[in-house]
């Protein structure tokens, strides 16, 4: 006779939600993972794909986070135009036209990690040119994406490089062109670099580069030793790329040359570790199989693949694929915040002139179990 389940094992009911006819469809590409952040917060960094499954325009009017209750994001059209592309048609857009998909780039930071819900859900407020009552009023309001939280620690790790002054471009959570890297590859949606990290390291004047722009010898990033994050295998890699001239991004890439010469270790728990862009022969003679200790040389900086200035992509992931996979947030076990860079506009002028970042040392200090964000500055222990 089959043994009758014990109350704690029936899982628990779904949120008691209204049948409602919902023509603007929506899904998570995957379900928000809280992290701590450099800023004392907790970040909740998802995406929205939607879908309007009519034959006339739906028009977007609003769209609100709330966990049931309570509203943890409200964005009106102009908060919500740089983050959401409408396919075909681009940013700046809240039309989503018949039969037309969209993506949504969502951020929710919290104050601690008790404030983060069980689950959230989106609000979509949508108007129609030519409504067809009662299932599509003139504004709609429709409840999608119900969505629990994914409460897996993020992975605790250490540092990828050593040493002072290394500027974290690209990350968490804004966005960033990691964050808006949402591709179609092997036949669906990934946000393999949710959570990338691009590490330049500056010299002691705050600079990124010295002198000639076109030389890789004018980036102290160069040639710096990258480092195992965790214990674990390699599981592939890439070294057959050469350098490409810093200054400009290289075309007409393959596929498989963006991330140029790279290495992919299995870190355990369906965690997989990538290093990419490193330098055109590896002088640690790494193979796939081959067992990492963390803290263990993998490679040197380079500038392979599609990079436009030496430095390391980092980033976590779900597979071993690096574009075909979902980006899993991490946290460095210990590291020293130095400061922060004050703007994008800062950012983009030390990135492309040989002058110094404007960074404020606003915050700076020892952290611990925290995910950097984007344009913090960090120091590595020495090796
Ligand atoms: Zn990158």
Aim: proline residues 11%.
């Amino acid at each position: 006779m089959p043994r009758e389940p014990a109350t704690a094992d029936i899982p628990p009911a779904p949120p008691a939600i209204d049948t409602q006819y919902t023509p603007v469809t929506a899904r998570v590409l995957a379900a928000p993972v809280p992290v701590p952040g450099t800023d004392g917060r907790v970040h909740l960094a998802y995406e929205l794909a939607l879908v309007n499954h009519l034959s006339q325009p739906a028009k977007i009017a609003s769209l609100r986070v709330t966990d049931g209750t309570r509203a943890l994001l409200s964005l009106t059209p102009d908060a919500l135009k740089p983050r959401i592309l409408v396919q075909g048609k681009g940013f700046g857009e809240t039309t989503i036209g018949p039969g037309q998909q969209a993506v949504v780039w969502l951020h929710v930071p919290l104050p601690d990690m008790a404030s983060v819900p069980d689950r959230v859900q989106h609000v979509l407020t949508l108007d129609f040119a030519s409504p067809k009552p009662p299932l599509v009023p003139a504004r709609l309001e429709e409840v999608v994406a119900v969505t629990r939280i994914d409460r897996t620690p993020p992975v605790v790790i250490g540092p990828p490089l050593a040493g002072p002054r290394w500027l974290n471009g690209n990350s968490c959570c804004e966005m960033t062109p990691h964050r808006m890297a949402v591709s179609p590859i092997n036949g669906d949606l990934w946000a393999a670099e949710r959570y990338a990290i691009d590490y330049v390291k500056l010299d002691a004047a705050g600079r990124m580069f010295t002198g000639d722009i076109t030389r890789l010898s004018s980036y102290p990033s160069y040639g710096e030793k990258v480092y195992a994050v965790a214990d674990g295998k390699v599981v592939a890699m890439l070294n057959t790329l050469r350098e490409s001239t810093p200054g400009a991004n290289p075309t007409g890439l393959a596929i498989g040359e963006y991330g140029g010469n790279y290495v992919v270790q299995d870190i355990g728990s369906g965690r997989y570790a990538f290093y990419a862009h490193l330098q055109a022969g590896n002088p640690y003679a790494l193979k796939v199989g081959q067992s990492l200790k963390r803290g263990q040389p993998l490679g040197l900086l380079g500038n392979t693949g599609n990079s436009d200035a030496p430095h390391l992509h980092f980033h976590v992931m779900d597979s071993p694929e690096p574009l075909a996979s979902n980006g899993l947030p991490f946290v460095f076990d210990a590291f020293a915040l130095e400061g922060h860079v004050m703007s994008e506009a800062s950012l983009a002028e030390g990135g492309s002139k040989p002058v110094p970042f404007q960074i404020t040392r606003q915050g700076a200090g020892e952290r611990r179990g925290q995910m950097p964000l984007h344009r913090d500055v960090m120091g590595y222990p020495a090796r």
